[in-house]
C-alpha cells in the first residue's frame, strides 16, 4: 500500500475527520525513518509496516477507550512513541504523559514533540518505579506496548491508575496464558479484567488482543516492588 491508501485505512478505521493530523503522523514517520539510521528507535521503518505495525496498531486502543473526552493518559515504556505519541496526534484533547528510561528517545521523543508543536504532552526521563513516587494513581487510562508479561507489566502499570480507572494492555496471540499467570497479580493490584478485544492487524501482519482491566480499589502501596524484585519474583 502507497501512503495515500495507508492514510484512507486510518482514516476509514479509526473515524478521523480532522485531516490535518495525516501531515503530522507523517511528519513522524519521517523523523523515525531517519532517526532510526543512527540511534536504536526501531527496526521496523519501511512505510507499510511502520504505519501498520506501529500507527494503525496503536490506534486500536481506541476500539475499547473512548479517546474523543478529554481524559488523562500514561504510558509506560513508551518507547519511540507507541502508543502514547501516534494516540496524542490523532486525538490532540488528550493529556499525554509518556515514561521512558533511556535519555535517547527521550530527546527523539521531545524533537518530535516540538517539531508538531504538541501541547498536552509531557515526558518523564525515568524508570517507572521511580516515576510511581510522584504520578501514584493520577490517571484515567494507563498503557503499555511493552515485551514483558502482563503479571510483570501489570505490577509496574496498575499503581499509576486512578480508583476506576483502566490499565489497557496490547497484547499478541499468547495473550491467554499471559492472562492465566496474571490471575494472581491482578487480584492483588486491585483491578479486574474488564474487556477483551481480539483483532487482526491489515495485511496479515499479526492479531492483537487489547486486554482492559479495571481498578476497582486503591493499589496496594508496597507495589511496584523494585523492578529486579519484579522480573526475579513476579507476583
Do not use: W
Request: with cysteine.
Amino acid at each position: 500500500m502507497n501512503k495515500t491508501e495507508l492514510e484512507q485505512l486510518l482514516v476509514s478505521t479509526f473515524y478521523i475527520t480532522d485531516l490535518s493530523v495525516l501531515k503530522s503522523l507523517y511528519i513522524y514517520y519521517e523523523m523515525l525513518y531517519e532517526t532510526s539510521k543512527v540511534m536504536n528507535l526501531t527496526t521496523i521503518v519501511e512505510l507499510e509496516e511502520a504505519y501498520i505495525k506501529h500507527f494503525y496498531d496503536s490506534l486500536l486502543l481506541s476500539k475499547v477507550i473512548d479517546l474523543n473526552e478529554t481524559i488523562t493518559l500514561a504510558d509506560v515504556g513508551t518507547g519511540a512513541g507507541f502508543p502514547g505519541l501516534v494516540l496524542k496526534i490523532i486525538y490532540p484533547n488528550l493529556n499525554v504523559t509518556l515514561i521512558e528510561p533511556l535519555t535517547k528517545r527521550c530527546k527523539f521523543l521531545q524533537s518530535v514533540i516540538d517539531k508538531l508543536e504538541l501541547k498536552g504532552i509531557v515526558i518523564v526521563n525515568d524508570r517507572a518505579e521511580n516515576a510511581i513516587k510522584t504520578m501514584r494513581e493520577s490517571f484515567d487510562v494507563v498503557t503499555a506496548r511493552a515485551v514483558a508479561s502482563l503479571n510483570i507489566l501489570s505490577e509496574i502499570c496498575v499503581p499509576f491508575v486512578k480508583l476506576n480507572g483502566v490499565f489497557v494492555a496490547l497484547k499478541g496471540s499468547s495473550y491467554q496464558e499471559e492472562i492465566d499467570l496474571s490471575n494472581q497479580a491482578v487480584t492483588k493490584l486491585k483491578v479486574k479484567l474488564f474487556k477483551k478485544e481480539l483483532l487482526e492487524l491489515p495485511l496479515n501482519m499479526g492479531e492483537r488482543a487489547i486486554l482492559v482491566y479495571k481498578k476497582y480499589e486503591k493499589t496496594p502501596s508496597t507495589y511496584p516492588r523494585l523492578y529486579a524484585k519484579i522480573k526475579k519474583n513476579p507476583l
